[in-house]
């Protein structure tokens, strides 16, 4: 299984919020039927815009968190707390955009901070921020998975 991370919440957030609504993605759909599983083909341009943002900013995150030495499992936590109600092709899409974000953000923090005095001094330095990132990182996945879980059709 690949390794799935917490942008995937933005992805259920805003497919979910898109449901509501009453989008299906679907052109000719019966507006009365609501999909089994919601997908980026279900966002509207705009929310398809956030959602990529969204991605950057989690691969931001996630990256600065693992060169201070935080790994929350985030990736295996948000996938159990999506799979349910996310399409896989979805879900394989935004996890390839992430991990590449991820990969360029992490190379560049170790360029530029990879002496360990660097190194040190940033973590320490960013040490309450981490924290508060770890936390909404924590709510963000609590909230996909209450999302999902009262998904009827799912």
């Known amino acids: 299984m690949k390794r799935i991370g917490p942008w995937l919440?933005?992805?259920?957030?805003?497919?979910l919020a898109?449901?509501?609504r009453g989008e299906s993605g679907t052109e000719g759909a019966n507006p009365g039927l609501v999909e089994v599983k919601v997908g980026i083909n279900t966002l509207s341009k705009a929310?398809?815009?956030t959602l990529w943002r969204r991605v950057d900013e989690y691969a931001t995150v996630d990256a600065v968190l693992e060169f201070c030495?935080?790994?929350?499992n985030l990736q295996r936590r948000t996938w159990a707390a999506v799979a349910p109600c996310v399409e896989v092709t979805s879900l394989r899409r935004v996890a390839?955009?992430?991990r590449s974000k991820k990969a360029g953000y992490l190379k560049g923090w170790e360029e530029t901070h990879g002496e360990p005095e660097k190194k040190t001094a940033l973590c320490e330095s960013m040490?309450?921020?981490?924290?508060?990132y770890s936390k909404i990182l924590d709510a963000h996945i609590e909230e996909a998975r209450t999302m999902c879980s009262v998904c009827i059709f799912c």
């Open 18 to 20: 898109g449901l509501a």
């Open 9 to 15: 919440i933005a992805l259920i957030s805003l497919s």
């Open 96 to 98: 390839a955009a992430f």
């Open 127 to 132: 040490k309450p921020r981490l924290a508060e």
């Open 69 to 72: 030495g935080r790994k929350l």
């Open 47 to 49: 929310d398809r815009a």
